[in-house]
């Protein structure tokens, strides 16, 4: 089992990413979120391949197809965070977090 716990920032919202292998190999996903617009992406992606997800092919990753009709701010990090775990749980990556920092000066 791998777990995403991604903080989107100033929204507010928190989501809980849980992937864990299948038999079959693919990935199953729960995801819990405050947010709405993640919830609804997140009920197309309940069982995933993991290599149509994590790697560049001839076509983006479903995740980041679907991600337009669902989410209003393309820089939402929950997509990523749910690939982030999808990888891990593949065994494509080692767990390892990564973060965003965000700062604004008035120079």
Same mark, same amino acid.
């Given at each position: 089992m791998a777990k995403a716990e991604i903080d989107a920032g100033i929204c507010g919202? %928190?989501?809980t990413c849980i992937a864990t292998k299948n038999a079959d190999g693919t990935i199953h996903l729960a995801v819990e979120s405050g947010c709405k617009a993640v919830m609804k992406l997140a009920e197309q992606f309940e069982n995933v391949e993991p290599i149509k997800e994590v790697f560049w092919r001839k076509s983006l990753p479903g995740i980041y197809q679907a991600t337009p009709q669902c989410l209003s701010h393309p820089a939402c990090p929950v997509p990523s965070g749910i690939l982030k775990a999808i990888e891990v749980e593949a065994g494509f990556a080692l767990? %390892?977090?990564?973060?965003?920092k965000v700062s604004k000066s008035n120079e």
């Amino acid at each position: 089992m791998a777990k995403a716990e991604i903080d989107a920032g100033i929204c507010g919202f %928190k989501t809980t990413c849980i992937a864990t292998k299948n038999a079959d190999g693919t990935i199953h996903l729960a995801v819990e979120s405050g947010c709405k617009a993640v919830m609804k992406l997140a009920e197309q992606f309940e069982n995933v391949e993991p290599i149509k997800e994590v790697f560049w092919r001839k076509s983006l990753p479903g995740i980041y197809q679907a991600t337009p009709q669902c989410l209003s701010h393309p820089a939402c990090p929950v997509p990523s965070g749910i690939l982030k775990a999808i990888e891990v749980e593949a065994g494509f990556a080692l767990p %390892k977090d990564a973060s965003i920092k965000v700062s604004k000066s008035n120079e």
